[in-house]
């Protein structure tokens, strides 16, 4: 089956400590994204990538940092640098990264103990 | 003025009503147009997208109004299994005016009653 997959589905970190979340695709789409949602707010754009090899801050980028090594993988670190982590981190990706419609993934629920 | 705007609600709609809400966008440029659903805690889905003529799909209809710059959603003969958030989605345009990524609106929270 095609799709997004992120991984794990909830995670807890410990204040301070970095965390990594997962996201793969095989749909073979160049655009990859992350976004961060707090309960009942929007979604908020944290990264993208246009290309592999590359990517952009979004809004919010701050404490976070990605890489895109490969077509399929575009991995999101939660830094200790971030000041409030909890949150639904969503990822997506599109065909290009223009005009086309966003597909997500199931999303990682993180909690900061 | 933000780029793309939505009322929150909650709309409480009794089941089998007609529901309808708009969205406004804030860029006459933008050129892609969307509507996906949220359930609650999940991530949001695409319903379908808006082009120039309208769109229909079963008892959903999606319509543009370029002159006006918004675009809405209608429901039909609503179930209870609608009830979720329906986000609004624009493609946002680089300062050159080229096309760029989406831009989500926050959402309206639509409640369908027994």
């Known amino acids: 089956d095609g799709g997004i997959t992120q991984s794990p589905k909830y995670l807890f970190r410990k204040e301070g400590q970095n965390v990594t979340l997962s996201c793969e695709q095989n749909l073979n789409h160049d655009a990859m994204y992350w976004y961060r949602q707090d309960p009942g707010q929007g979604l908020r754009l944290i990264y993208y990538?246009?290309?592999?090899?590359?990517?952009q801050k979004g809004d919010i980028a701050e404490g976070y940092s990605v890489s895109r090594e490969k077509k399929e993988s575009f991995p999101l670190t939660v830094t200790s640098a971030q000041k409030n982590p909890t949150a639904f981190y969503l990822c997506?990706?599109?065909?290009?990264?223009?005009?086309?419609?966003?597909?997500f993934g199931p999303g990682t629920r993180l909690t900061v103990l | 003025r933000k780029e793309v705007e939505q009322d929150p609600g909650p709309f409480n709609v009794p089941e089998g009503a007609t529901v309808a809400f708009n969205c406004t966008y804030s860029n006459s440029a933008s050129q892609s147009f969307f509507w996906y659903r949220q359930d609650c805690r999940k991530e949001p889905k695409l319903l379908m997208s808006?082009?120039?003529s309208g769109n229909e799909d079963g008892r959903f209809t999606a319509q543009l109004n370029r002159a006006s710059q918004y675009i809405s959603l209608l429901i039909r003969d609503s179930k209870l299994s609608d009830s979720a958030t329906y986000l609004c989605?624009?493609?946002?345009?680089?300062?050159?005016?080229?096309?760029?990524?989406?831009?989500f609106g926050k959402g309206t929270h639509l409640i369908i009653q027994p």
């Open positions: 808006v082009y120039s």
């Open positions: 997506a990706s599109s065909i290009t990264h223009t005009l086309n419609e966003q597909f």
């Open positions: 990538s246009q290309i592999v090899n590359d990517f």
């Open positions: 989605v624009v493609n946002i345009l680089t300062s050159g005016g080229g096309a760029d990524g989406l831009t």
